[in-house]
């Protein structure tokens, strides 16, 4: 398995490659009503609505430079906020332990890679959706 | 997909673009908030209360509220009013603004995505492509219905 590491809020995180659709310089997004909790605003991608994961922290999301990270999910495509590609790196490179820190998305990182002395959470943006598929966002009073 | 033919009211909510078919469309008009009647007002209907409108009296619905858009949006003291086509006769909505209308051609309609919303609360089943924006797509009676049934 091949991972690409990227930088976001000024942490690191990895994903899976073979999840990747391809990366977008940031597009415009947009704020829509009923959005669940684990998405800031969706976009557009063509004619494709797609949301945009939120950050737990950090302000990656709005900022004028950056990317989106485009993913196939088991629930569709959804858009991952980044600063910047690190690097490709075949899994080999490194190895994988439990991942002790903090989620930096509303996502699941139970796997971490080592590589090169730095730690990179793998996001799992399968079990990302799957916790918050029926979670409420923000809901009407 | 293209809409079919026909002209489309953009509108804006909350900073959340809208559009409907004219067709659906009764009426675009201003209204004093003095002459909003809250005295029937049914909030688990999203009825916020009345409008005198054309020899009748037709219920506003608060979309902002169902939407979950916070804040006083809309209910300014000029009400900005769509008199929309209803199953049982006419309702409305408050507005921020109407943005204008426009040729149904220019616009690109598409069914919605679940994932990204919350399901059960979600009313729009199509959304359209204006100028590299999405807009929600509103039909009036499928709206109303959902508002029925919440």
Not at chain 1, 77 to 104: F, N, T, Y
Request: hydrophobic share 45%.
């Amino acid at each position: 398995m091949r991972l690409a590491l990227f930088v976001a809020a000024e942490r690191n995180f990895a994903v899976s490659i073979e999840r990747i659709v391809h990366i977008i310089a940031r597009p415009t997004t947009y704020r829509l009503p009923l959005l669940k909790r684990c998405f800031s605003a969706v976009f557009l991608d063509g004619q494709e609505m797609i949301p945009l994961l939120e950050l737990q922290f950090g302000t990656a999301v709005g900022s004028a430079s950056g990317l989106v990270i485009v993913c196939d999910s088991d629930f569709g495509k959804v858009g991952i906020p980044a600063e910047r590609v690190l690097r490709v790196v075949d899994q080999s490179s490194g190895d994988l332990d439990d991942c002790v820190e903090e989620p930096m998305f509303y996502a699941e990182t139970d796997l971490c890679f080592n590589y090169a002395g730095k730690r990179y959470p793998l996001l799992n943006v399968d079990a990302a959706l799957c916790r918050f598929r029926t979670a409420p966002g923000n809901s009407p009073d | 997909m293209s809409a079919d033919g026909g002209m489309m009211l953009v509108f804006r909510l909350g900073g959340v673009g809208f559009v409907l078919s004219v067709e659906q469309l009764i009426e675009v008009r201003e209204t004093a908030r003095g002459w909003l009647d809250t005295s029937q007002a049914d909030v688990t209907a999203g009825v916020a209360g009345h409008i005198p409108h054309r020899g009748q009296v037709v219920p506003l619905r608060n979309l902002a509220r169902r939407l979950g858009i916070s804040g006083d949006t809309a209910f300014g003291e000029v009400l900005h009013l769509l008199v929309l086509v209803g199953a049982d006769g006419p309702w409305c909505i408050a507005v921020d603004r109407v943005e204008g209308v426009f040729s149904a051609h220019d616009f690109i309609l598409l069914e919605t995505p679940s994932l990204p919303f919350v399901e059960d609360l979600w009313p729009f089943s199509q959304f359209a492509i204006y100028h590299g924006e999405p807009l929600l797509f509103v039909d009036p009676l499928d709206l109303e219905w959902r508002w029925r049934m919440a």
